[in-house]
């Protein structure tokens, strides 16, 4: 059974830095990853989707790769600003099923 | 504007009085789905619909029923609401899986059941 799991849970960091979202799955035979994010008492918004096919997606800031072999994907945000802060969450397509990662919470600090 | 939208937006219920909780999209997408998020477990599907007509289960289909008869509604009905049913409930779009799959997701309702 396709397991995700994404670290660290929660993530602090000074505004202007760089960082990277980590996604972990267990089962490589994905259709695609997707990463989103998550707003207080707000939707969803799709981020990035890589396909099964690809290594890698970029928009603006971000930059999210893939490696099914190993069972990873990394999300970069670049120059990170308070804007930033959101929950992060990466979902893979297998089997017809999104599965989903627990997210991690990124607090950018002024 | 496109969208997918939810409604109530907030509810509150009592265990066994049934619900329904609406979901409509403009965007003449052919999958739409259902999730619950809560804490901890993040977001898990319950059920899914690659078109008019047909729907499948997702992980968490038990106390749950959907249908779709129209391409545009995508409704969750509980038939009979537990407590273990008070959760963040989003429904979900996209143009069909195989064209990139990007999904659309609603702003979500929050359900207790007392």
């Known amino acids: 059974k396709q397991e995700v799991t994404q670290i660290p849970a929660a993530l602090s960091v000074p505004e202007g830095e760089n960082l990277v979202l980590n996604c972990s799955f267990t089962?490589?035979?994905?259709?695609?990853l997707q990463w989103f994010r998550q707003d207080p008492g707000k939707g969803l918004t799709s981020l990035l989707l890589?396909?099964?096919s690809q290594r890698e997606q970029t928009s603006g800031r971000l930059n999210a790769s893939l490696d099914k072999s190993s069972g990873r994907s990394t999300l970069y945000i670049a120059a990170s600003q308070p804007g930033d802060s959101a929950t992060y969450l990466c979902a893979v397509d297998s089997n017809y099923q999104l599965i989903w990662g627990a997210g991690t919470k990124l607090i950018i600090k002024p | 504007e496109a969208q997918v939208t939810q409604n109530p937006r907030y509810l509150i219920t009592v265990t066994g009085k049934k619900l329904t909780v609406t979901c409509s999209q403009n965007m003449n997408h052919e999958y739409m789905s259902w999730y619950r998020q809560d804490p901890g477990l993040g977001l898990r599907q319950i059920y899914y619909s690659m078109n008019v007509e047909v729907t499948d289960k997702g992980d968490v289909p038990e106390g749950y029923k959907v249908s779709r008869k129209e391409k545009r509604n995508f409704p969750l009905i509980l038939e009979s609401p537990s407590p273990n049913q008070t959760s963040l409930y989003f429904c979900?779009?996209?143009?069909?899986?195989?064209?990139?799959?990007?999904?659309?997701f609603g702003p979500g309702t929050r359900l207790l059941v007392l």
């Open positions: 890589i396909q099964s």
């Open positions: 979900a779009s996209s143009p069909a899986r195989g064209d990139g799959g990007t999904q659309y």
């Open positions: 089962d490589s035979a994905i259709y695609n």
